[in-house]
């Protein structure tokens, strides 16, 4: 099949601003996005850059938008995205600085994933066996501890536009993970953190984290579970 990828290309620190670039080319009916860019690379550019390593969505190194939806460029078949012309578009994520073409500095998703305490910090009498967690505790997890941190989400979420410094969806999916581990100890300072001006309460509830979300997971429902476990704390004082 013949496709014409329309790609926004731009250097940091070059005087040339953000501009698009099409490469046309002739592809199997099965290639990804990801197959499309290293043929460019491979072939008509070797200049354009992108992030990718499993190309098997595991690593979350290869989310992109495509035609204005985050996503992962390894999982996305070029032909379910390209219009009756053959056209696609390709564009960095959001809201994090361009370092070349598709390749964003990452800090500003890290920074945020950080600052839940994204670990578990063990009381200090460790069993001399393993550390273990209930089946019941990781079924409450919800499939949180799956996100592959790709930073699709963050991407596509409309709150960061107004509040810069909004936690965001991944990052307060990993709070509800690691305030349902009985391991940790700093469940507390955690919620606290998520309760802050820039945490919970700032989702409106839009979903497109969900819809971004290439593991198939529900950051919505874990922002909602812990406002729940935020407000349970404050009336019933930790025992929720
Ligand atoms: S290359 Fe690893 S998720 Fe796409």
Redesign the pocket.
Known sequence: MQLTLRILRFTQGDAQPPHYQDFTLEMPPSATV?DCLEEIKGHQDGSLTFR????????????VRINGRSG????TQARDVMDSRGRLTLEPLRYQPVIKDLVVDQSPYWQRYHAIIPWVTPKADLPERENRISPHEVERMGTAETC?N?GACLSSCPIVLTDPDYLGPSALAAAWRFCNDSRDTRRAERLKIVDSANGVWRCHTVFNCIEAC?KGLNPTWAITQLRNLIMREKLFGGHS
């Open positions: 990801l990718r390593s499993c190309r098997s969505a595991i690593c979350g190194s290869c989310a992962l460029a390894c999982k592959i790709c290439p």
